[in-house]
T-cell receptor, first 114, second 113 residues
């Protein structure tokens, strides 16, 4: 069964500090891995999409890494801001026969405090 | 502005009263899908559509129906809502399933009493 595990479940950091969120998956055959940011009560917003051949992808202060061998990904946030407070969701896509199946992690809730 | 819209944003209804949540996108996307989000369970896919008149079940389709008569619209129908369908619902769209960015709507918070 395809699964995506995220850690930690929640995290509190001081404004200006860096942090790293983890995503481990058992999804095959792997197609791509996505990170989303979801503000409370709002729809998720895409941060990065990485395919098998991509190790690192950045979007401003957000940098995602992918190790397809160990089936792990991380999302690094640099110089955190109060607006980074949100849930971060890892989603892995598996390629099936004629379609793709998305497996969602339960998210990491990040709180950035002054 | 490119966007996915959902209506209504909030809805309180009673058990058994049929309802429809509309979803519309203005980006000419072929792929659309519905999700529900519950505390501790994350996002779960209800139904998806790869194109007009093509729909398929996701992970939790029981109690829901969808239709895709036009490319831009993908309504979610609850024929006989029950309290366990109380949830936050999101519609999403993209050009395709593969590596295309998925755009989510603002969400519909549904309460069934």
């Amino acid at each position: 069964k395809n699964q995506v595990e995220q850690s930690p479940q929640s995290l509190i950091i001081l404004e200006g500090k860096n942090c790293t969120l983890q995503c481990n998956y058992t999804v095959s055959p792997f197609s791509n891995l996505r990170w989303y940011k979801q503000d409370t009560g709002r729809g998720p917003v895409s941060l990065t999409i990485m395919t098998f051949s991509e190790n690192t992808k950045s979007n401003g202060r957000y940098t995602a890494t992918l190790d397809a061998d160990t089936k792990q990904s991380s999302l690094h946030i640099t110089a955190s801001q109060l607006s980074d407070s949100a849930s971060y969701i890892c989603v892995v896509s598996a390629r099936g026969a004629g379609s793709y199946q998305l497996t969602f992690g339960k998210g990491t809730k990040l709180s950035v405090i002054p | 502005e490119a966007q996915v819209t959902q209506n209504p944003r909030y809805l309180i209804t009673v058990t058994g009263k049929k309802l429809t949540v509309t979803c519309s996108q203005n980006m000419n996307h072929e792929y659309m899908s519905w999700y529900r989000q519950d505390p501790g369970l994350g996002l779960r896919q209800i139904y998806y559509s790869m194109n007009v008149e093509v729909t398929d079940k996701g992970d939790v389709p029981e109690g829901y129906k969808v239709s895709r008569k036009e490319k831009r619209n993908f309504p979610l129908i609850l024929e006989s809502p029950s309290p366990n369908q109380t949830s936050l619902y999101f519609c999403a769209s993209s050009f395709g399933q593969a590596t295309y960015e998925q755009y989510f709507g603002p969400g519909t918070r549904l309460t069934v009493t």
